[in-house]
């Protein structure tokens, strides 16, 4: 695949050069906007705006929405008046409220010039509702059939409206704005008779969404129940938009790439890797190295506070990784499987007990084989292969009762914190590897320096 998107950008920079827009047409014209945006990506800037002007309106509408906030901007300050009035008017409201949020406040004076005013009171309504909410990812555009309406009819309005939507595939009957049902149309085309009243077809229990509610939320919503598209009301139940699956598929994928940021130590990004600068790297990462660095001292602490047990016994220096290490992967064990249960909707706070339970019940089985593994492999590797004088039986008890009491105190650490996250509204990734494996460090030197002052001194 790789391949062959390789080649295949080959032959539009090199049609590109020969002015062969014809063929470019030919060859752009059945892809799917979100390829032929990561197309884009891959051209210089001059054929970038030569591509982009042989698109047709809608198609270059659906490609400009499939671009990063950055790449956005740029084609923006190179448009006319004229190209960026087309591909505004082309956007659904949604999309256009989402652009003009993410713009620089110059772009956005231009881009509201050129949009019509019902578009711009839209916009307006839409950026009203706090970020993460439905409201502000909800579209305005749906179908609305008012009760009394026959089969017939209703068809008859969605082929002269449904182009115009983002999603005809459920409608909602609804009478003063106030939602009494829906059905789709499967439902209209299956119907016996074009004079059957809609109102005998649709299903009056609506499960809905407010304008206020957690778009992360939304989106589980929308998995779970399998909806193409989902009602969003206000305050006063009156229906005020639809949030489709794509909607939510952009939101969950939004949100995954934010914990996966968090957990490996970043500070999220809207970038792409490509897009970001060398610059931009450095100041999502560096914020939490600095932090990690500084919380690693307390791992620095404990050594220099048990130098002396050090001294007498500096073949304990030896195991420190290991068993450091040991600790903080069993930790990120627990923490990853639980944010994603936390996630998924899967556990709450109030099953912590039962978490607790069955990650010592884990910890006890994982930290008694690694402990037996690991007491066979001192004795027989570091004892007899290498001859190594220092280790002793004392040694390798001391070694191994750390490995199975670090497991056990890493996996109730792991399961614990982003638990406690989440009862406290933070987010639960924060509790992640770089956190967990901090604590776990320094929990785990306590445990051995103890173990070993108890056993060997």
């Known amino acids: 695949m790789a391949e062959f998107n390789a080649s295949f950008e080959e032959t539009v920079q090199t049609l590109l050069e020969e002015k062969k827009y014809s063929a470019i047409k030919n060859l752009v014209s059945p892809m799917a906007a979100s390829d032929v945006a990561a197309l884009f990506e891959r051209l210089d800037e001059k054929q970038v705006f030569v591509l982009f002007r042989l698109l047709a309106k809608e198609k270059a509408a659906d490609v400009f929405v499939e671009m990063d906030n950055a790449f956005q901007e740029f084609l923006i300050r190179g448009f006319s008046d004229t190209e960026l009035k087309e591909i505004l008017d082309e956007m659904y409201a949604n999309d256009a409220a989402d652009l003009v949020e993410e713009m620089p406040a110059n772009v956005v004076d231009r881009i509201l010039k050129q949009i019509k005013p019902t578009m711009r009171k839209e916009i307006n309504h839409l950026l009203q509702f706090p970020e993460n909410s439905a409201g502000s990812i909800m579209s305005t555009e749906y179908i609305a059939l008012r009760p009394g309406t026959t089969v017939g009819e209703a068809i008859a309005q969605i082929r002269k409206s449904g182009f115009d939507n983002k999603s005809f595939y459920t409608c909602y009957v609804t009478q003063n704005k106030q939602l009494l049902g829906r059905l789709s149309v499967k439902d209209l085309l299956l119907a016996k008779d074009d004079d059957i009243k809609i109102d005998e077809l649709m299903k009056p229990n609506v499960i809905t969404v407010n304008t206020h509610e957690d778009k992360e939320e939304v989106s589980k919503l929308l998995s779970k129940y399998n909806f193409y598209a989902l009602p969003v009301v206000d305050g006063d139940n009156r229906m005020v938009g639809i949030i489709s699956f794509d909607d939510a598929l952009e939101v969950m994928e939004d949100e995954a790439t934010e ?85 998924l909707g899967e556990v709450d706070f109030r099953d912590l007990p039962k978490i607790v339970w069955k990650e010592i019940q884990t910890a006890v089985m994982c930290g008694g084989v690694l402990a037996l593994i690991c007491f066979c492999k001192i004795m027989l590797v570091d004892r007899l292969l290498l001859r190594n004088p220092d280790i002793t039986l004392f040694v390798a008890l001391v070694v191994c009762m750390t490995m199975a009491l670090t497991v056990l105190v890493a996996k109730i650490i792991g399961c614990t914190l982003p638990l406690c996250a989440k009862k406290l509204k933070l987010d639960p990734a924060v509790m992640a590897s770089p956190f967990i494996t901090t604590i776990v460090d320094a929990v785990s030197l306590l445990v051995y320096f103890s173990i070993a002052r108890a056993v060997l001194f």
């Open 259 to 343: 914990d996966i940021e968090i957990m490996g130590g970043m500070t999220p990004s809207e970038k792409t890797y490509l897009r970001s600068t060398p610059f931009d790297l450095f100041r999502h990462r560096i914020a939490w190295l600095m932090l990690l660095m500084v919380s690693a001292t307390f791992t620095g602490m404990i050594i220099t506070g048990f130098e002396s047990a050090l001294a007498a016994q500096v073949v304990l220096t030896a195991f420190i990784p290991m068993l450091m290490d040991t600790g903080g992967n069993s930790g990120s064990q627990s923490s990853v499987t639980i944010i994603r249960a936390l996630s």
